[in-house]
């Protein structure tokens, strides 16, 4: 199963200056929960972000200009690689595209699922989630969090388009 994985704003907002512009206790639980023995694909900068691989997992980093090779960490030149490296040398892991904007819109149509934090807010943002037609989805709300600034968990499945699909 190939996933993308990603919170994003009313606005849609991902980022800003390089981080996750809001702190929200729990919210990366489904994150850990989802990606935990599986593989993370991830771009140079939100790399750069975190600083290290994420522990219990596989982390391959997409890049043209950097290096960063670690216990369960490799480093491949474009997200088509990434993905063929997964599936040769992880069979059986699940993938997730866990962005930034690049990998976002460049594997949106390679994911069977997106697993989406819907973040209520309304903020300032210099990295956005790209629009995609939600038609193409069947959208399930698996969890609702209230709080100073609530969150939902929501899960986009790709619909089939062959024959007896529900698309029919
Ligand atoms: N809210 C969320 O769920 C979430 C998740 C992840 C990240 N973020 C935020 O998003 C922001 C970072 O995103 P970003 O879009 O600026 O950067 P990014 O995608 O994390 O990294 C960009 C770099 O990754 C490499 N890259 C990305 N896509 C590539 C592709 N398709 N082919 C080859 N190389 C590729 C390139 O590295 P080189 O320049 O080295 O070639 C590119 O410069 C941060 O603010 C971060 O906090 C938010």
Redesign the pocket.
């Known amino acids: 199963m190939i996933g993308l ?4 704003t009313n606005n849609r907002v ?7 512009p809001w702190r929200i206790k729990g919210e990366q639980r489904r994150f850990k929960e989802l990606t935990t023995g599986n593989v993370v694909i ?6 750069d ?1 975190i600083g290290h691989p994420l522990p219990n997992r596989f982390t391959i980093v ?5 290096k960063y090779e670690a216990e369960n960490c490799v480093t491949v ?3 088509k690689e990434a993905i063929e490296y997964a599936q040769k040398n992880r069979p059986g892991e699940n993938i997730y595209l ?6 976002y819109s ?1 594997g949106l149509n390679m994911a069977d699922k997106l697993f989406v934090t819907e973040v209520d807010l309304d903020i300032d943002g210099d ?1 956005f989630f790209p629009k995609f037609d939600e038609s193409l989805y069947e959208k399930t709300i698996d969890e609702h969090v209230d709080g100073e600034i609530p969150y939902t968990y929501v899960t986009f499945t790709k619909k089939k388009t062959e024959e007896g699909s529900f698309d029919e």
């Open positions: 994985i990603v919170a994003y991902i980022g800003n200056n390089g981080k996750i991830i771009g140079r900068r939100s790399y972000e997409v890049s043209r200009t950097a030149k474009s997200l866990s962005g930034g904007a690049g990998i460049e990295t």
